[in-house]
Nanobody, 124 residues
C-alpha cells in the first residue's frame, strides 16, 4: 500500500506561482505513473497532467498547458507540480495519484493510490 502526501498548497494572487510536492510516506520510491488531479467546489475531479514512470513523458490538460509542469526527482521519491501564471479558475484541491499500470488516462479509476489533497486558492 502506497500512502501519498501532497504539500505546497496555499493562497496566491492571480499571476503568481506555486509548487506542489507529492511524496510517499517514509520517502519510499514512487516508481509509478504519477498524475495530478484537481477538484473545485461543485465540480468533478479533473486531470491536470500525468508523468510517466521514466519521468521522460508528460501530458497535460489543455487548460494548464504552457503554465503547469510536472517533474520528478532523480531518486524517484517525489513528484512536483510547478504552477505558473495562476488564474482564479485554478482554485481547487489538488491531488496526486499513482498508477501501477502505464496510463495517461483522465479516468480517476485508473489510479491505484491517492493523496489527501492540498488546497490551492488563487485570489483575484
Amino acid at each position: 500500500q502506497v500512502q501519498l502526501v501532497e504539500s505546497g498548497g496555499g493562497l496566491v494572487q492571480v499571476g503568481g506561482s506555486l509548487r506542489l510536492s507529492c511524496v510517499a510516506s517514509g520517502r519510499a520510491e514512487i516508481n509509478y505513473y504519477m498524475a495530478w488531479f484537481r477538484q473545485a467546489p461543485g465540480q468533478e475531479r479533473a486531470l491536470v497532467g500525468v508523468i510517466s514512470r521514466s519521468r521522460y513523458t508528460t501530458v497535460y490538460a489543455d487548460s494548464v498547458k504552457g503554465r503547469f509542469t510536472i517533474s520528478g526527482d532523480d531518486k524517484q521519491t517525489a513528484v512536483y507540480l510547478q504552477m505558473n501564471a495562476l488564474e482564479p479558475e485554478d482554485t481547487a484541491v489538488y491531488y496526486c495519484a499513482a498508477a501501477e499500470r502505464p496510463t495517461f488516462s483522465s479516468d480517476s479509476s485508473e489510479y491505484d493510490y491517492w493523496g489527501q489533497g492540498t488546497q490551492v486558492t488563487v485570489s483575484a
